[in-house]
């Protein structure tokens, strides 16, 4: 079977160097490409004040166009599907500075897998970059408070002249909208990944899509248990917005089907603690459930060592979840009906290479935005690592030593 998953991931990394910000250094060899996985969903930039150009009425939301079928000459010369692709993006040269550069990266938090996964991704792209001569770290340790005094001072920083860019992870789509406004109307560059914002203020956004996340999982668990039962829901923090995104998605399909009951749904904070404990009191208060829903994978794993430890089968309850490598080997080790979404942790490197590209000159879209592709039980084996630790998510060009190091 071909890789699908790391299909996807091929065509971004080599979509995001090949636009012309290549650095030093050797990279990891590329898996065989494949088809891709879940559709790309359409999106569309509004246009803010300052920009004339707006997006035709009839045609917001609509798929004008479609690349499957349609050749690059329609697409491009006769079509002009370009035209709102670009609305309020920056504009040729608009952050054109000389290099070196130094860039300015805010995370949300650290500590959970994925975020150290992320952030390796984020270090091994800027050590092989021969345009960024430093780096400014900050992280906001899940408190909006802090991520709003880090982009202040980063924001000094590039006022003195001391910083070209920065990079953030946002923690909250609106509280810290002001803030960012006021840094990217003032010019600096502000550079969202991972995570958005509710506002049209930024230079652009790395990110998957975590509505299809939810809808692409929750579809899969809702014919799995054949449109009847009753499920558990682990959601991520409270506010989040990649939470808002997957759990916002999965709550509208699970309310298209009558027969499946959510009998329990608490917030984890992708903590796997507190997913096992809060596993221990849903069972307790509803013994009979016939399938889970979470929206992280190291959430999962903890629920499965809370059945082993309560003497109940992993292999007898659905479960929709994340591609985190234990949550795979539990899988296959009992058989488990499951779905893995992924969420690649190399959107922090993209990030890298398109203020790279901004500092430059070059034109870049306001969205580089990719699906987010999931995988089933069927094809863990051909995605699980076992030699990596069981905390990591496997859709990663990271080596597995280069993993380990990191656990």
């Known amino acids: 079977m071909k890789n699908k998953l790391m299909a996807v991931i091929t065509m971004i990394l080599v979509l995001a160097l090949a636009a012309g910000c290549a650095g030093s ?77 130094t860039i300015g990266f805010i995370t949300g938090w650290r500590g959970e897998a994925w975020q150290e996964q992320m952030y390796a991704e984020f270090e091994r792209e800027v050590e092989r970059s021969s ?19 880090n982009l202040e001072g980063m924001f000094a920083m590039w006022q003195a002249g001391k910083l070209s860019a920065i990079i953030v992870d946002a923690l909250d789509a609106n509280a810290i909208t002001a803030t960012i406004t006021k840094i990217y109307d003032a010019g600096c560059p502000i550079i969202l990944f991972n995570n958005a914002i509710n506002s049209t203020k930024y230079s652009m956004i790395v990110s998957d899509d975590p509505g299809a996340y939810g809808i692409n999982g929750a579809e899969w668990l809702a014919k799995e248990l054949n449109y009847e039962g009753n499920i558990f829901f682990f959601r991520g923090v409270q506010g989040y917005p990649i939470d808002e995104g997957r759990s916002g998605g999965a709550l509208k399909v699970f309310e298209k089907y009558p027969g499946i009951n ?51 089968n992993p292999g007898d309850y659905a479960h929709a979840s994340e591609d985190n490598n234990g949550f795979l080997q539990k899988c296959l080790e009992y058989n488990i009906p499951a779905c893995a979404n992924c969420h690649p942790s190399i959107q922090s490197a993209i990030s890298v290479v398109m203020t790279e590209m901004l500092l430059q000159g070059y034109p870049v879209p306001k969205l580089y935005y990719f699906p987010s592709p999931y995988i089933t039980s069927e094809e863990f084996s051909d995605y699980v690592r076992y030699d990596a630790p069981a905390g990591i998510f496997v859709s990663t060009y990271l080596t597995d030593a280069e993993l380990n190091s990191l656990f």
């Open 25 to 101: 250094g050797s990279t990891t060899a590329a898996p065989a490409v494949a088809e891709a996985g879940a559709p790309a969903t359409s999106a569309q930039p509004a246009a803010n004040a300052a920009n004339e150009a707006q997006a035709p009425a009839d045609t917001a939301g609509e798929l004008r166009y479609n690349p499957d079928t349609d050749p690059a000459s329609d697409i491009v010369i006769y079509q002009g599907a370009w035209n709102d692709w670009w609305v309020n993006t920056p504009r040729l040269g608009e952050y054109l500075a000389q290099p070196p550069y």
């Open 131 to 149: 345009l960024i001569s430093d780096v400014v770290y900050m992280d906001s340790a899940s408190d909006v408070d802090t991520q709003i005094a």
């Open 262 to 312: 959510i009998v329990a749904i608490e917030y984890c904070n992708w903590a796997a603690d507190q997913a096992k404990s809060a596993f221990f009191n849903m069972y307790a208060a509803h013994p009979d459930f016939d399938g889970i829903y979470s929206v992280g994978g190291q959430m999962s794993l903890a629920v499965i060592e809370a059945m082993e430890e309560l003497g109940l």
